[in-house]
């Protein structure tokens, strides 16, 4: 990042927080992109991203006075957006929790418990993968989610089956200690799906 385009950032974040419309109108533009893309890959839905859009930068506007304090405008936005998307998600699981009691008082409620538990450990397990280097993440799909052996990969990929070994195991570490903070949450599932 250019050193004139952060002075350009810290000035519209300066006007904006003297109440400028212009100057949230630029970043707006600037960032929506950046906003729809981060809730597109969590959600996979259009719907949801547009609405995390504008949810977002509803939250910008509102919290203007504090914005000239903020260096890294990317890194805010990133951390609102996750947050309120998260949160959407927990909103949607409680909701469509809540039509499901109502409709249902016995077992089959608790089947849809779990089933948005396995939606929500699914958006989650796929964000965390995402963020895998590239031949990592190709060796934990193949292996995981089409259920291929390392020495099929290792076929598919012309590397060795160490190699396949060694990538999937650094894989699984990885999505290990990063799903760990959830663990609570996901408790049940954990106990039948393997990572």
Known sequence: MSSNFSSDQSRLLYELSQGSEMAFTKLYNEYKNVVFG???KITKSKILA???VQDVFLKVWQNQKNLAEITHFENYLFIISRNHIF???KKIARDTSLVSDMKYQNASANDTDTEIKEQQ???L???IVEQLPPQQQKIYKMAKWEGLSHQKIGEDLGISTETVK???SQALKFVRVKISPYMNMFMTLLLFFKI
Do not use: G, W
Request: proline content about 0%.
């Open 87 to 89: 949160d959407t998600l």
């Open 125 to 127: 397990l796929n964000e």
């Open 166 to 168: 060694k990538h999937m």
């Open 38 to 40: 981060t809730a597109f």
């Open 50 to 52: 547009e609405e995390a």
């Open 121 to 123: 450990y699914a958006v």
